[in-house]
């Protein structure tokens, strides 16, 4: 249990260490990859452990709040995944980030991030959660923003941390309401007093448990970043590379997904089934991952495909847990963050080889120039668009598929197109990286990167293609040992997955071989559906300047006009009413004086 | 023969005169003059006592006389003083006319 402990602690105290001693020493590089790679080792010897501890943290009278660890299947498969990609991106980064000047703030950041998410992995009870589910959107701020020179990067920064803060406040909203209606906040002990609460308000228990659950999902909106909050997402990729593979593939937004199969752990499966909230989940997740992968058939920025395939495919796991199905929303998130990360750390090669150059259409022939790059990022694309039995992607989005046709066949045919498409952008983004000519100088002088970078590229790509065989030696949840589940349908859905394939691959490579420009031009999904255009228009002109401008009201009035204002002004016309008597006239003391000492006297002698 | 109540008369006439000539005079000198006036009716309400009070042995109360003694020589002193700032006064603004010194208005 202490190593539990360690793996929770080390990355802050190396954080502090790096930001208050080590920043000039040059030494926070190392020192970040080694708290890495010891987190990594400790997630590993706690392979399979099933316990738990905590101390108290607060207590106010009897309520106390407990800063605790749980170690279970979810947890430590949950931990190898934070641990190993953030390992990986931690290493890459030492190339990536060689010539930064803030090198040991950045290393900083991934420490204290590393620590944030570590604690939503571990924690044993919501308090917790709700805790390191803010530092984890404090950290996401300082590394998105970690150029914060460049506006864009600044505001995108900003734009992050506000969008999780509208669902964080769902969150803790939820977080209340469910430890109203069980008493508890500790995970153990919420399923218990669910079932009290059942039993004495069997009419609407139903109908609270569903509020609750909807306000703790619009944390998950936030952070995992379905709509309508998914904006923060695309813009987050202002950041440094690997901070995009970190957190925008393995770790924060899976951190919502993560939560939501917690909760149903907690609160107990059964009781998800039917409930309102769970249909609302899942049709969420579902339109997130039709839109968002509509929205990257059009985008020429690399890291803005994956940022939105990201999305595409986060969607597909909150629609598994609102299906009931978390544990194949689970299994995918565990093959997505390997081959996502992967598919990140390639595109921050590339960016880096070709000089900070990040539109496709810029690119071109780079498979020639950058075989290793080019080969795992292959790789990568080969499981994100499931080619079928030899990639991890392949088994996990097949449960997800299965989940979907289990349960509602309007989100399955949902699923198949978007399965369509993502082989659509995917081949499309390749195509015209990989091959081709080269169509702009920086892509001419690319060449392969150092080995500090490609040897994660190609770890990854191993964990690409074998991490849907190695999910039980890793604890991650698998479902695929429910064979009943598995034989109904099974071939339909094949079918259905194969054949999506194939069409995207066909449609892809028939498009886009040999262009130069993109030949179809959709200004609708080019533009995102206006959604950010009717935010900053719509909502941040009229919402945000409406109520700016009430604030501004209050401001004025209230706290200018009656409390600061009124203050200096009541005393200052006081002030004005006692100078008449300093009137400087000599008669004027003497008779006030006199006629004090007559009044004195009176009110003595009388 | 005059009892006390005559003399406490005259005393608060002469205060209340005191007075009067002090909120009323613009004359500094002259204020400070009431001021003695005032002073000197004091005393005379003092003395007075003095006299009506006698103690034991048939003497007047020589506590009250001995105000009178402390009074006059303070007064004295503070004539001595009093005096000096209105020569400087005058040596500083030409003018010992209070509705002329009203520097310290607010």
Redesign the interface.
């Known amino acids: 249990m202490n190593l539990a402990w360690i793996l929770l602690f080390l990355p802050l105290a190396v954080a502090v260490a790096n930001q208050l001693a080590l920043k000039k020493t040059g030494l926070a590089p190392t020192l970040s990859v080694a708290s890495a790679l010891v987190t990594f080792v400790i997630a590993v010897l706690l392979l399979g452990k099933n316990e738990t501890s905590h101390f108290a943290w607060a207590t106010i009278g009897e309520f106390s709040i407990n800063i605790g660890i749980k170690l279970d299947q979810l947890s430590t498969g949950m931990m190898i995944v934070v641990t190993g990609v953030g390992l990986l991106v931690h290493i890459f980064s030492l190339a990536y980030m060689k010539d930064d000047a803030a090198k040991a703030r950045y290393f900083t950041g991934l420490s204290l991030f590393m620590f944030s998410m570590t604690g939503i992995v571990l924690a044993d009870n919501f308090i917790m959660t709700f805790i390191f589910w803010e530092l984890v959107g404090l950290s996401s701020y300082l590394l998105i923003g970690h150029w914060y020179e460049k506006d864009t990067a600044a505001n995108a920064a900003k734009k992050a941390f506000l969008c999780n803060r509208v669902g964080d406040f769902g969150f803790m909203v939820g977080i209340l309401m469910l430890w109203g209606i069980t008493g508890h906040l500790a995970f153990d002990q919420m399923q218990a007093g669910l079932e009290l609460f059942q039993k004495a308000n069997p009419v609407f228990c139903g109908g609270v448990l569903s509020a609750a659950v909807l306000c703790i999902f619009c944390g998950a909106i936030g952070k995992s970043a379905q709509l309508p909050l998914h904006v923060w997402l695309p813009d987050a990729m202002e950041g440094p590379t690997p901070v995009s593979a970190l957190i925008h593939a393995a770790t924060m937004v899976a951190a919502g997904v993560y939560m939501l199969f917690r909760l149903q752990l907690t609160l107990g499966l059964e009781n998800f089934e039917g409930l309102q909230a769970s249909q609302f989940i899942a049709w969420t997740g579902g339109i997130t991952s039709l839109v968002a992968a509509l929205m990257a058939t059009q985008q020429d920025d690399i890291k803005r495909v994956l940022a939105y395939s990201t999305l595409s495919q986060l969607g597909y796991m909150v629609m598994a847990v609102g299906l009931n199905s978390g544990e194949a929303a689970m299994f995918h998130l565990f093959t997505h963050a390997w081959f996502k990360a992967l598919l990140f750390l390639g595109a921050g090669a590339i960016i880096y080889a070709c000089h900070h150059e990040q539109d496709i259409w810029k690119m071109g022939g780079l498979l020639k120039k950058m075989p290793i790059t080019g080969i795992t990022f292959g790789i990568g694309t080969a499981a994100l668009i499931a080619v079928p039995y030899v990639t991890s992607g392949f088994y996990s989005k097949e449960e997800i598929l299965t989940a979907a046709y289990n349960h509602d066949k309007i989100l399955f045919g949902i699923a198949v197109f978007v399965a369509f498409l993502t082989t659509f952008y995917m081949t499309r983004a390749f195509v015209v990286t990989f091959l081709g000519k080269t169509r702009s100088d920086q892509a001419d002088h690319a060449h392969e990167v150092g080995p500090l970078m490609w040897l994660p590229l190609i770890i990854l790509a191993g964990m690409a293609i074998g991490s849907a065989w190695i999910a039980g030696p890793l604890c991650a949840i698998d479902p695929r040992t429910h064979a009943q589940e598995h034989a109904h349908g099974h071939f339909v859905i094949l079918g259905f997955s194969i054949t999506a394939l194939v069409l995207g691959l066909i449609s892809g490579f028939v498009l886009y071989v040999g262009k130069n420009q993109d030949p179809l031009s959709i200004p609708l999904l080019k533009n995102r559906f206006y959604i950010d255009g009717f935010y900053d228009n719509f909502i941040v002109r009229y919402f945000q300047d409406a109520f700016a401008s009430l604030i501004a009201f209050f401001d004025e009035l209230f706290i200018n006009g009656l409390m600061v204002g009124g203050l200096s002004r009541s005393a200052e016309s006081v002030g004005n009413i006692f100078?008449?008597?300093?009137?400087?006239?000599?008669?004027g003391y003497?008779?006030c004086f006199?006629l004090g000492v007559i009044l004195v006297i009176y009110f003595t002698a009388f | 023969m005059a009892t006390l109540n005559d003399y406490l008369l005259v005393s608060g006439l002469l205060f209340a005169m005191g007075l009067a000539g002090v909120v009323l005079r613009r004359n500094i000198i002259i204020v400070f003059m009431c001021l003695e006036l005032m002073l000197s009716a004091a005393n005379l309400s003092l003395v007075a006592f003095s006299r009506f009070n006698p103690a034991p042995n048939g003497l007047p109360d020589t506590n009250g006389q001995m105000l009178v003694f402390f009074v006059v020589t303070v007064a004295a002193a503070e004539v001595a003083v009093g005096l000096a700032i209105i020569v400087a006064l005058y040596r500083a603004r030409q003018t010992i006319h209070t509705d002329e010194l009203t520097s310290l208005k607010g």
């Open positions: 100078r008449r008597v300093q009137s400087g006239s000599l008669q003497a008779f006199g």
